[in-house]
């Protein structure tokens, strides 16, 4: 069975020998310059932090959202997004993103050798790997365990005097079904937090939080009952048993 194991503080995880993370939107700090916020590029912080983390793996697999705008192209993912793979891809014998919905043309801003792969996901083994904003492939619902990634997602503290506060988290669970669009599915998932700090996350456990992506419906997995884990291993337990009201923010296109 394949080893699926979070780094320990990071928002990666190592699939046997593959490094996985999603969502650099790489190109986000020009989008909040453009609000009026002044923030230096956090490119070069992300590439220091995948290489903590890959250990001993020798594959990267970018479960999508590259960069950041959509549609069109920022100055900043122009200039920083093909070095940032030409690196990668001197420290890793095989890069592979798979398509995510801000990725619109991503090819073009890629070294020859870096593999892209549409967004219905690719399967390594019992493993299948998604962005998530849109239907996996039959194939790789055939998988043991599916990847997720587009949710951002977070776990919202609020303390007595409703100061609220976010860490980014891991979420695990189960498929109850396949509906009527898969007659085999994968007996559990895993979703991914966002790889760039600055985009924050998404409350996992506030109340009226809406799951993007086709697949985070009641109707394929068992929402009440996902596990909620932070960064550092902490198990927080089950999203039912940690509900709270706060302020949604993050909602929409991701």
């Known amino acids: 069975m394949t080893e699926i194991q979070p780094v320990y503080g990071s928002p990666a995880l190592t699939v046997d020998n593959a490094l996985v993370i999603a969502d650099l939107h790489i190109g986000v700090e020009a989008h909040l310059m453009s609000k009026g916020f002044h923030i230096r590029s956090h490119t070069d912080d992300m590439y220091d932090e995948i290489l903590s983390c890959a250990g001993d793996c020798n594959k990267l697999f970018v479960l999508g959202d590259v960069k950041n705008s959509v549609p069109g192209s920022s100055k900043q993912e122009y200039r920083e997004i093909p070095d940032f793979f030409i690196r990668l891809s001197e420290v890793f014998n095989t890069v592979t993103i798979v398509r995510g919905n801000h990725d619109t043309n991503i090819e073009e801003y890629l070294p020859a050798e870096v593999k892209v792969m549409p967004a219905t996901g690719m399967k390594v083994g019992d493993v299948g790997f998604v962005h998530g904003h849109t239907w996996p492939s039959e194939d790789v619902m055939r998988c043991d365990t599916l990847v997720m990634a587009h949710n ?32 085999e599915y994968p007996g559990r998932f895993v979703i991914i937090p966002a790889f760039n700090r600055i985009l924050g996350g998404s409350p996992v456990n506030a109340e009226g ?32 048993d940690n509900m709270v009201k706060c302020r949604l923010w993050g909602k929409g296109r991701r």
């Not at 919202?156 to 005097?161: K, L, P, Q, S």
């Not at 809406?210 to 996902?226: A, H, V």
Request: with cysteine; net charge negative.
């Open 209 to 240: 939080t809406e799951f993007l992506g086709p697949l985070m419906k009641e109707e394929f997995i068992d929402i009440d009952n996902m596990e909620i884990y932070l960064l550092d291993g902490i198990n927080i337990g089950k999203r039912k």
């Open 152 to 183: 951002h997602p977070a776990m919202a503290f609020v303390d007595g005097v409703s100061k609220q506060m976010t860490e980014p988290c891991w979420v695990r669970g189960r498929f109850i079904s396949g509906g009527d669009r898969y007659q």
